[in-house]
Each structure stands twice: as structure tokens, then as C-alpha cells.
């Protein structure tokens, strides 16, 4: 017959317990017979063992949005302001990023384009667009743009990830949330 055996730390002075639920029923609960990390939800106190989730599993989802107008002029690749944080679990897990820009717009200018790139931290993971709403004559172009990439940033620590925009030929104004429209950027730890 295999054996339960519940070990103390000896440097904490806390008392773990083992609550059981109001219930007239009987139940099992059958632990994996791996070792592994045990997850916890800190709402609602339910647990699920790591090795019991399949790859593919959607760990935790983080959202933020972003709706301030941003103008670029400039060839130079600077940040449009929407941007996340994401703590993973696990340094195996995938980062599902999902980028919807909200209405982008080009001057009427001929020749004008937008440039888009996503970033972990300070490293470029990739650039989405450099010809944007190009056009050869002179008219506005106004669009959103949306754009999904699975990364691997293969660690534990908090991670962001941001966008950036570029106006390749410095031609006229690009603008990014134009007239305030929303931006939204989702990011989906992956159980790999």
C-alpha cells in the first residue's frame, strides 16, 4: 500500500490545514503520480496539479487597452503607447500576444506609409508592417490593424510587451487611435 506523508518547513512558524468541504458524500481525489508544481487560484481556493494540464491550456489571460491619439512624422521607430505585462507560470509556457490597433490614418500624402513592430521588453520579436496604408498618389487612408504572434520568452519573471510605429519616409503624419479609438492588446499564457 503506498503512503501519504505530509513534511513540515522547518523555517516556517504558519499552520497549513486541509479543509474539507460540507458535503454528506464521499469523495476521492487522486493525486498524479509525478512530482510537479500544484497551482492555485487564489479566489476561489481551487487547485489543479501542473502535470495535469494538457499543452495547450490556457494558463492566464491579461488585457489592457489604450485610446490616446499618437502622431508620428518621424522615420525613427518609437512607442505608440499600448503596451502589457504577463508574470508566466512557467518558464515553458507560450505568450499568445493579440494586437488590435485601433483606427490608424495617413495623411494625403504621396508615397506616406506605417511601420508596426512588437517588442518583449527592449528586443524586437517582429515587425508586423513597414508599408502600411501605402499608397503612390495622395489621398487619407484610415484602417485598423490587428496582428497575432506566439512567443517563447522562456522565464518566470514579469514580461511586457508593447508596440511601436514608424513613418518610413518621414512623408506627412501617421496617427495610431485616431479620434480616441480604442487599442487593445491580449496576452494568453500558453501550457506548453
Known amino acids: 500500500m503506498s503512503k501519504i506523508a505530509l513534511s513540515g518547513d522547518a523555517s516556517g512558524t504558519g499552520t497549513f490545514t486541509i479543509a474539507s468541504p460540507n458535503s454528506n458524500s464521499n469523495y476521492t481525489l487522486t493525486l498524479p503520480a509525478n512530482t510537479g508544481t500544484v497551482l492555485t487560484t487564489a479566489s476561489t481556493g481551487q487547485v489543479v496539479p501542473a502535470a495535469a494540464l494538457p499543452t495547450g491550456s490556457v494558463l492566464q489571460v491579461v488585457q489592457t487597452t489604450y485610446s490616446t491619439e499618437f502622431n ?3 522615420a525613427s521607430w518609437t512607442d505608440i503607447g499600448l503596451s502589457a505585462s504577463i508574470t508566466p507560470l512557467f518558464s515553458s ?3 499568445l500576444v493579440l494586437v488590435m490597433h485601433g483606427e ?3 495623411t494625403a500624402t504621396s508615397g506616406a506609409r ?3 513592430r512588437l517588442l518583449r521588453g527592449a528586443s524586437v520579436i517582429s515587425t508586423f508592417a513597414s508599408g502600411l496604408l501605402y499608397t ?3 489621398i487619407n487612408n484610415r484602417c485598423p490593424a490587428s496582428f497575432v504572434y ?3 520568452p522562456a522565464t518566470t519573471s514579469s514580461t511586457t510587451y508593447k508596440t511601436q510605429a514608424s513613418n518610413p519616409d518621414a512623408s506627412g503624419t501617421v496617427t495610431f487611435q485616431n479620434n480616441s479609438t480604442m487599442s487593445t492588446m491580449t496576452l494568453m499564457e500558453i501550457a506548453a
Do not use: F
Request: overall charge positive; aromatic content about 0%; hydrophobic content about 40%.
Open 150 to 152: 506566439l512567443d517563447s
Open 93 to 95: 509556457s507560450k505568450i
Open 104 to 106: 490608424i490614418s495617413k
Open 136 to 138: 503612390a498618389s495622395a
Open 72 to 74: 508620428s512624422t518621424s
Open 114 to 116: 506605417v511601420g508596426v
